[in-house]
């Protein structure tokens, strides 16, 4: 959408601004200006000047010598070659010092050429007088400039005046980004309105006065309308006493500002309307309606039209056209037919504005081909309370330039009025979307300015139709937003849990556990829910397991992929055995992924659905590796109590002597362990396999972010170091319980620093070694304080059948 800033000041009466002030103001209220041109950005010191006398130059044919009257008096000599001119022709005169547009093929000279007094074969010449391409424009725009030579004013231009504000080129044309919400602002009139509302002045839109003589259009014209869905309104006047002549100076002016070529009053007029009201319009020939009646219907399957640029279309019933009594006169909404065009021997013709459904039109152009200037608007979706103004408008210019003599009355379908809506007006909740702290008589003011009306009685706001925008309290809260400032509004943090954009509990316990794995160089892995019935064999699972208890897909793939799966080693272990396979050395790999638990089987109801947190490795490393990532990631997530192994799990598929379920507060989260032997070699892999597995709801249940400070230690610290022969079947776990037990308050912590099984120790026995640390946080621990601990540690471990090692 672009608007010339003079148009928008002639109904912005009072708007004195620059344009960079306009563009900036603008863009912040709301209405997105992209940038603009002006028009005489490249010109300067340009009158209209008089030529007194012309004599040919004495050493050059086609050059003559020029005598101009510029004003005020002052006669300048210039050297033309133009062969359009004549003595008394007024004409544009750059003098000296001044610019013009200026360049080659096409090219503008960025800043424009500066005139300099010169001679030209030794005549001087003291300035220039210009084409209209050297003003910056063309003859598209000024239809009246000569094809090769000097443009030739009106005789009654004032001499001396200025040239650039006769030629309607001291104006910016603005570019906007409209969306397609704002369809109000793909008119000169909405843009005015913004403009108006947004520095504060009154709007004027022009005042449109009852047009037409005594007759009754409807002697003249009948209109049926067949599908009020695809057209809600449809209007119709007539004009009749054509007189097609060019439109007046501010008229072309105004058109070729926006980039549209003056082309007769008719024309112009209908251009003009639909860029001021943003309604189409359209004018038949009535001579070439047959039976002088209308029909809006929809066409026929496989119905071939010939539009205006005599290209012929094929159509289908989708296509909305308007019709007379035997044929198809235009495609509704996006062009007319050549059997119905206006030409110069016009005498009566018929004027339409309607309203045609968006959609529709949008579809029929792409399917036909042909989308124009008039379908671009329709598709938006107009509003119908603008068309019979539009049409009222048209036919004053028409009355007022002369073109035609308009018939009393119109023909006005309008079944179902479109009426404006209304809004509960609740400044609390605006301030509250925004943070701000507008009061209700600032929001008023900004409504008032928009034309938006408001109900005290019931405190609503009256929204008119051509609002189509505006529909709830998000686009009220808006209009108070753009129109009292973004810049003003000040920084808040968003209230309450859900927008604060944090992660759940859940998925916050879930990324930890990923960045512990991928720190400790896991790589996570994705594997299928949906599994064989054969996984359980594989996995040596006994026959009555309850793993065995699967739901079953109703629409398999396939038997490979017939059941959710129980359990999360299968998909582990195949994706360990591809990277074997492929003799990738090294492998550590995680999953975070549910298996599926059925209530009952057969299933009635959904399975219930537990997150499993899956770890998998082969290669460098052995269990206690993978059971210090295990104890990284509890620790992480603030499970500080005792983490307790218990060799006695009982699973089938993990080696019988080096498995053990995983224990917190006395509750199983999850089992660790190196791989059967016969299970790794029922995935063809011929290394050691260590896998653990976490059941994340249990850790959810159990781990916390919260963290308690402990101060640095002000005394300092004594260790005991203590070797035992300790009974094979006597754990290390065992031994922690009795020094968490005995112990005492003064117990900071114990580390097993050595382990030895060998000839020097007997059958049976193992040698195991612990420092223990002893601190006191409110004093300097004496002998004796560790002594009695001690003590009773070593008494308790005596009666286990453990010997200390002298």
């Known amino acids: 959408m672009n608007t010339s800033l003079a148009w928008i000041k002639a109904l912005v009466p009072g708007l004195s601004v620059t344009e960079q002030e306009y563009m900036d103001a603008m863009t912040l209220s709301g209405s997105k200006v992209e940038g603009y041109k002006k028009l005489d950005a490249d010109l300067d010191k340009i009158v209209i000047g008089q030529i007194k006398g012309i004599k040919p130059h004495p050493d050059a044919d086609k050059l003559i010598i020029c005598q101009v009257d510029v004003g005020a008096g002052e006669n300048i000599q210039i050297v033309t070659g133009a062969p359009n001119v004549s003595e008394g022709d007024k004409v544009p005169v750059v003098l000296e010092g001044g610019r013009v547009a200026g360049g080659h093929d096409g090219n503008l000279t960025p800043g424009g050429i500066k005139i300099k007094k010169g001679k030209l074969r030794g005549v001087e010449s003291c300035g220039m007088m210009c084409s209209i391409e050297e003003l910056g424009s063309a003859r598209d725009f000024y239809p009246e400039a000569p094809e090769y030579g000097i443009y030739i004013f009106e005789p009654d231009a004032k001499v001396g005046s200025d040239a650039i504000e006769a030629l309607g080129l001291h104006d910016a044309v603005f570019e906007y980004e409209i969306t397609s919400n704002r369809v109000d602002c793909f008119a000169v009139l909405g843009i005015a309105r913004e403009a108006a509302a947004t520095f504060h002045k009154e709007f004027k839109p022009p005042v449109v006065t009852k047009t037409g003589n005594d007759e009754d259009v409807n002697d003249y014209i009948k209109v049926t309308v067949k599908d009020h869905e695809l057209c809600s309104r449809y209007t119709a006047r007539v004009v009749k006493n054509i007189h097609l002549a060019p439109s007046p100076k501010w008229m072309q002016h105004r058109l070729s500002a926006q980039g549209i070529r003056p082309i007769n009053n008719l024309v112009d007029i209908t251009n003009y309307v639909m860029l001021e009201y943003g309604q189409p319009m359209h004018a038949y020939d009535l001579d070439t309606i047959a039976g002088k009646e209308i029909i809006v219907r929809r066409a026929s399957a496989d119905e071939t039209f010939v539009t205006l640029d005599g290209q012929e279309r094929k159509l289908d019933e989708s296509v909305l056209m308007i019709c007379d009594a035997d044929k198809p006169v235009g495609i509704a909404g996006i062009m007319g037919g050549e059997n119905s065009m206006i030409t110069d021997n016009v005498k009566t013709m018929l004027f339409e504005a309607a309203c045609f459904d968006g959609t529709n039109i949008r579809l029929s152009s792409k399917k036909i081909g042909l989308r124009t200037d008039a379908s671009s608007i329709f598709e938006k979706g107009l509003d119908p309370n603008n068309a019979m103004e539009a049409m009222d408008r048209a036919c004053q210019l028409i009355e007022e330039l002369g073109a035609g003599e308009v018939v009393g009355g119109a023909v006005d379908i309008y079944p179902v009025k479109k009426e404006g809506r209304r809004i509960p007006f609740e400044p609390e909740k605006y301030n509250r979307l925004l943070g701000t702290e507008i009061s209700k008589e600032d929001m008023l003011s900004y409504f008032k300015r928009l034309e938006l009306g408001y109900d005290e009685a019931s405190n609503e706001l009256l929204i008119p139709s051509w609002r189509q925008d505006l529909e709830c309290d998000a686009d009220i809260a808006e209009e108070v937003a753009r129109f009292f400032g973004y810049d003003n509004i000040p920084t808040t943090l968003p209230n309450g849990e859900a927008t604060t954009g944090k992660l759940s509990f859940k998925l916050r316990i879930e990324e930890v556990a990923r960045d512990i794995a991928e720190f400790c160089g896991f790589s996570q892995g994705m594997c299928y829910s949906f599994e064989s019935p054969k996984v359980f064999d594989k996995l040596l699972i006994p026959e009555d397991s309850d793993l065995r208890k699967t739901v079953t897909i109703s629409n398999p793939l396939g038997e490979d992929f017939s059941i959710m799966r129980t359990i999360s080693l299968n998909g582990m272990l195949t994706s360990l055995s591809t990277n074997y396979n492929r003799r990738n050395k090294d492998v550590r790999l995680y999953e975070l992924g549910n298996i599926y638990l059925p209530k009952q089987v057969p299933v009635t109801e959904l399975p219930e659905e537990r997150m499993q947190f899956t770890l998998g490795m082969y290669g460098e490393g052995d269990f206690f590796t993978l059971k210090g990532?295990?104890?990284?990631?509890?620790?992480?997530?603030?499970?500080?109590?005792?983490?307790?192994?218990?060799?006695?799990?009982?699973?089938?598929?993990?080696?019988?002597?080096?498995?053990?379920?995983?224990?917190?507060?006395?509750?199983?989260?999850?089992?660790?362990?190196?791989?059967?032997?016969?299970?790794?070699?029922?995935?063809?892999?011929?290394?050691?396999?260590?896998?653990?597995?976490?059941?994340?709801?249990?850790?959810?249940?159990?781990?916390?972010?919260?963290?308690?400070?402990?101060?640095?230690?002000?005394?300092?610290?004594?260790?005991?170091?203590?070797?035992?022969?300790?009974?094979r079947n006597i754990l290390a776990g065992d031994i922690e319980k009795v020094f968490d037990s005995k112990g005492g308050a003064y117990l900071e912590s114990y580390k097993l620093f050595d382990i030895y099984e060998g000839t020097q120790i007997r059958l049976g026995y193992k040698s195991l070694a612990y420092s223990l640390t002893f601190r006191g946080k409110e004093k300097n621990l004496e002998e004796a304080d560790i002594t009695g601990a001690m003590d009773k540690i070593l008494k308790e471990l005596e009666g286990m059948g453990i010997e200390l090692r002298k």
């Open 629 to 727: 990532v295990v104890e990284e990631f509890l620790t992480k997530i603030g499970m500080h109590e005792k983490i307790e192994y218990d060799p006695n799990a009982g699973k089938p598929y993990l080696h019988p002597g080096r498995q053990a379920n995983i224990s917190y507060a006395s509750k199983v989260i999850g089992y660790i362990g190196e791989v059967h032997p016969t299970v790794a070699s029922n995935y063809a892999i011929k290394d050691r396999v260590y896998v653990a597995v976490l059941d994340m709801p249990e850790i959810v249940s159990q781990a916390s972010f919260d963290r308690k400070y402990q101060g640095i230690a002000k005394f300092p610290a004594a260790t005991r170091d203590i070797s035992m022969v300790v009974p």
